[in-house]
């Protein structure tokens, strides 16, 4: 039988997936337009990204094929991140980094990473707290770690698990403590310590360029209804499609009101239980040039609105008008917590000025709003059970996740070009 692979969605793991494919596929994108997350807007002479996105190359295969795709475009930046805290900048990572603290902070650190290599981890870490506490410590998680990821995450470390933190927070020893602690002159730590961006253009030129290689895409298509057993696919704008396989990037926590079968309970109890939290992300374009020479900064503590703050002009130079500066600033908000969006735009500028970021008398050329409804998946301590549960009731209709969101994990842009190739690989081997 030939086989009918539809693809559901042109976000990066879309694209990548159909690109590692060539034949035999279709994209259905819902839609105006490639990209999903990684696209770009150009207003009033600033580029603005769809949130902060930079590639870090921890693969040989990604790095070569983003060069392939568009030679010669990205270029390399030593990271300049930093945590603001207790009215101080300090170096990212914090963990690493506590130089210019308060002594009693600094010595909270160094005492509490002496008292994790005193003890012999031999409890399980039921939650992110407890791994918290396991890897840097009582100062370390009660000045940062804890505030930063409550904050971020909008629930309890220890209503989370630490399930996405391997490849993503950095380890540290006591030496590193001890060095950071004493001096800024550390090495830098973490997969982000090198980034890409282009030099000319927004980040959106990756899937443009994929785009480019895909032979069969459809926009202004978008998901209706899902019937797996005789497995076609409904359209909004009344079209279908049969497939034989069908590839989901679009929201895996979005699916079980789409799908036409009458599932299993314990599925669509699975499904119920999927948790996310969103991104208000605003972008301003300021009259005031070099406005930091940082390229992000990290804000663990409530008085700040926002966990980060973005510079893209430290990035590229050409993403907007010679003597200006842009920022991108991201608020998380949840159904654990809730925004105003009626006055979160002016909060946030309160805070920026209140940071020493903004001046009170900047002139804010534009404002740009991208509210991001699937930001990040939040790892409950439902999280391993529901996506098992979900993945073994799909794989039975030949239904694959790929993707941040498809896949419901927590993903750099470069794990999500991978992941494509994976699901890609995947389907070849059939």
């Not at 130089?99 to 939650?127: H, R, W, Y």
């Not at 002159?185 to 927004?202: A, I, M, Q, V």
């Not at 500066?325 to 917590?337: D, G, Q």
Request: glycine content about 6%; charged content about 25%.
């Amino acid at each position: 039988m030939n086989k009918k692979i539809v693809i559901l969605g042109a976000g990066l793991a879309g694209l990548s997936t159909a690109y590692h494919l060539q034949n035999g596929c279709c994209v259905y994108e819902q839609g105006n337009e490639v990209g999903g997350l990684a696209r770009s807007d150009k207003i009033d002479g600033f580029i603005f990204d769809h949130d902060g996105h930079l590639l870090h190359f921890k693969t040989e295969y990604v790095k070569k094929l983003i060069q392939t795709l568009l030679p010669g475009l990205f270029i390399s930046h030593n990271r300049n991140s930093w945590v603001f805290s207790h009215n101080v900048f300090t170096k990212y990572p914090f963990q690493a980094n506590t130089f210019g603290l308060p002594s009693q902070v600094v010595k909270k650190c160094i005492l509490g990473m002496f008292d994790v290599v005193s003890k012999n981890k031999t409890t399980e870490e039921a939650n992110l707290a407890q791994w918290m506490q396991h890897n840097f410590g009582e100062g370390i998680t009660r000045h940062f770690m804890y505030p930063y990821n409550h904050k971020f995450w909008t629930l309890p470390p220890e209503e989370l698990i630490p399930d996405w933190t391997q490849n993503y927070v950095p380890h540290v020893n006591l030496k590193t403590v001890l060095d950071g602690a004493f001096s800024l002159k550390t090495k830098p730590l973490g997969y982000n310590s090198e980034f890409w961006y282009p030099k000319t253009g927004g980040i959106d030129q990756i899937a443009k360029s994929m785009a480019k290689r895909v032979s069969n895409i459809k926009t202004r298509h978008k998901m209706n209804a899902v019937d797996i057993k005789n497995k076609k696919v409904y359209f909004e704008n009344s079209e279908s499609v049969k497939f034989t396989e069908l590839i989901l990037t679009t929201p895996l926590g979005a699916l079980q009101k789409l799908i036409k079968d009458t599932m299993p309970k314990e599925v669509r109890q699975a499904f119920s239980r999927l948790k996310y939290l969103s991104i208000f992300n605003l972008n301003l374009g300021v009259k005031r040039e070099n406005i930091s020479d940082k390229h992000w900064i990290y804000f663990p503590e409530n008085k700040f609105c926002f966990f980060r703050v973005g510079f893209p002009t430290n990035f590229s130079k050409n993403v907007a008008p010679s003597k200006t500066s842009s920022l991108y600033v991201e608020v998380s908000y949840s159904e654990f917590k809730h925004i105003n969006k009626k006055n979160i735009i002016a909060s946030i500028e309160a805070d920026l000025i209140k940071a020493g970021i903004l001046k009170a008398d900047d002139d804010i050329l534009t404002r740009h709003i991208n509210d991001i409804k699937y930001g990040y998946v939040i790892y409950d301590k439902s999280y391993r059970d529901n996506i098992k549960i979900i993945n073994d009731y799909l794989r039975k209709f030949n239904i694959y996740t790929a993707g941040r969101f498809g896949r419901w994990k927590y993903m750099s842009m470069e794990d999500v070009i991978l992941d494509g190739k994976r699901v890609s690989d995947c389907i070849k081997k059939k």
